[in-house]
C-alpha cells in the first residue's frame, strides 16, 4: 500500500504573534466546535479518494491545536482512524503553545493517541518572548514541557528562534544551554524572517534585529552545540536524537504524498499541488453545503523542469543530500548536465560528493539559498 500523511490545521491562536504569517485568528468555543464539526465531515468525504493509501504519519499543526479540548482533538483524531487505514506506528505529532497546555491535557493527548508533541518555545528570555509577542513566559513552557514528559511523550520536540530583535549571541547561547540540558528529541532552529503584513513588518524601523554576522553566528553556534551534543542534523533547520527525525515533515522534503484539511492547508497528491484558500468562513461554508471541490485551488501538476528543480530544491535542504543516480533515473539526464560542473563548489567546501551522493557540507548549508538560485536560475 502506498503511504499517506495527514495535516490538519487548526486556525486559533490567543493571539497573533508579531512574526507570524500563517493563517489563524482568536475564536470563541462555538466557533471552535463548528470548526471540528466541519473538519471531521471533510477528513470523512476526502477519504473516498485514497483508499489505497495507509496513513503513517498526522500532524496537527496550526495555529494552536491545544486551543481546542482534548475532546475535540480526540474526535478529530477518531474521525481519523473511522475513515482511514492507519499504519500501526503511525506518528501522530500535535503542535503546542505552553499557555493552553495544562496537565490534564496532556494526558487527555496521549489517551487519545497522539504520540508526539512539537512546543513552540523560541527563547528561554521573557524579554525576547514579550517582543514576539508570545503569549507565554519561560515558566509556562517548563511547566507544559514536564507536564508532557510525565504524561508519557517520549517524542516532544521543541522550536528556537534566532535572529529575535533585542537578542545576543550570548542570550542565544543560554537559550540553547538551557533546552540542552532538557534533552528534547527534536529541536526546530529557525532564523526569524521578517514577513510583509505582520506587525513586524510595519514596526521594522523601530527594531533592533542582530546584525547579519551576530545571525550567522547564531546559526553557527546552534549546529555546533546540538551536533556536539548527539543531535543529528538533518535539515537546514531541524536537529533530532538518532531514529527521531520529524516523519511527517521528511514526506516534505521527499516529494511524498499527503492532504491537508482546514483554511490554508497544503496538498501533495498522485504529482499534484493544491491548496486551500485560507479563509475559515469559506471553508465551513464549503463544507456545509458539500462542495468539496471548490475547496482545491491553485491546483498544479507538477511535472517536467519543475519537477526537476522541486526535486533538487527540497533533497538540498537534507544533509544526506541527492542521489545522483536516482536524479538521473527519474529525469533521463544527469545533475551535471542539467546543473553544471559542481567540482569549484566541492573544492570550496561548500559541498560534498560522497557515495554518489551530493549534499551541502554544514558552511555550505549556510549560504545553500545562494547557491541553490544560481542553479535553479541557470538550469531555466
Ligand atoms: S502561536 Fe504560532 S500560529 Fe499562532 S500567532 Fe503565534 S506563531 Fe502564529
Redesign the pocket.
Known amino acids: 500500500m502506498q503511504k499517506l500523511g495527514l495535516y490538519l490545521h487548526i486556525p486559533f491562536?490567543?493571539?497573533?504573534?508579531h512574526?507570524?504569517d500563517?493563517y489563524?485568528a482568536p475564536s470563541g468555543k462555538g466557533a471552535r466546535a463548528a470548526y471540528v464539526r466541519a473538519l471531521c465531515r471533510h477528513l470523512a468525504v476526502a477519504a473516498g479518494e485514497v483508499q489505497d493509501f495507509s496513513v503513517d504519519t498526522v500532524y496537527f499543526g496550526?495555529?494552536?491545536p491545544t486551543l481546542l479540548t482534548g475532546a475535540e482533538l480526540h474526535e478529530l483524531l477518531d474521525a481519523v482512524r473511522t475513515h482511514y487505514a492507519m499504519e500501526p506506528d503511525a506518528e501522530i505529532t500535535v503542535e503546542c503553545?505552553p499557555v493552553t497546555a495544562a496537565e490534564g491535557l496532556m494526558k487527555e493527548l496521549r489517551t487519545a493517541g497522539f504520540n508526539r508533541l512539537s512546543i513552540?518555545l523560541q527563547s528561554v528570555h521573557d524579554s525576547e518572548l514579550q517582543l514576539l509577542?508570545?503569549?507565554h513566559d519561560y515558566a509556562a513552557f517548563l511547566e507544559t514541557y514536564k507536564a508532557a514528559r510525565r504524561a508519557g511523550f517520549a517524542n516532544v520536540s521543541v522550536d528556537l528562534m534566532f535572529g529575535i530583535p533585542g537578542q545576543t549571541v550570548q542570550s542565544f547561547s543560554h537559550t540553547v544551554d538551557t533546552l540542552l540540558a532538557l534533552s528534547p528529541e527534536h529541536i526546530s532552529a529557525y532564523g526569524l524572517r521578517i514577513e510583509e503584513g505582520t506587525p513586524f513588518y510595519r514596526m521594522q524601523p523601530t527594531l533592533t534585529l542582530p546584525d547579519e554576522d551576530a545571525e550567522a553566528e547564531m546559526a553557527e553556534l546552534v549546529a555546533q552545540r546540538l551536533t556536539a551534543a548527539g543531535y543529528e542534523h538533518y535539515e537546514i533547520s531541524n536537529y533530532a536524537r538518532p531514529g527521531k527525525r520529524s516523519r511527517h515533515n521528511m514526506r516534505y522534503w521527499l516529494g511524498a504524498d499527503y492532504l491537508g484539511f482546514g483554511p490554508g492547508a497544503h496538498s501533495y497528491l498522485h504529482g499534484t499541488r493544491f491548496e486551500t484558500a485560507p479563509d475559515r468562513g469559506a471553508y465551513l461554508a464549503a463544507v456545509e453545503q458539500g462542495a468539496f471541490t471548490t475547496l482545491r485551488q491553485n491546483a498544479s501538476v507538477i511535472a517536467g523542469k519543475e519537477k526537476m528543480d522541486e526535486y533538487v530544491m527540497l533533497r538540498m535542504r537534507l544533509f544526506e543530500g541527492l542521489d545522483l543516480q536516482d536524479f538521473t533515473s527519474r529525469f533521463g539526464i544527469t545533475f551535471r548536465e542539467e546543473y553544471g560542473d559542481v567540482t569549484p563548489l566541492i573544492k570550496g567546501g561548500f559541498l560534498t560528493c560522497t557515495n554518489g551522493r551530493l549534499a551541502f557540507t554544514e558552511g555550505g548549508m549556510r549560504v545553500s539559498n545562494a547557491i541553490l538560485s544560481e542553479w535553479l536560475d541557470f538550469g531555466k
Do not use: I
Open positions: 491562536c490567543v493571539r497573533k504573534c512574526y507570524c500563517f489563524s496550526g495555529g494552536t503553545n513552540g509577542g508570545r503569549p
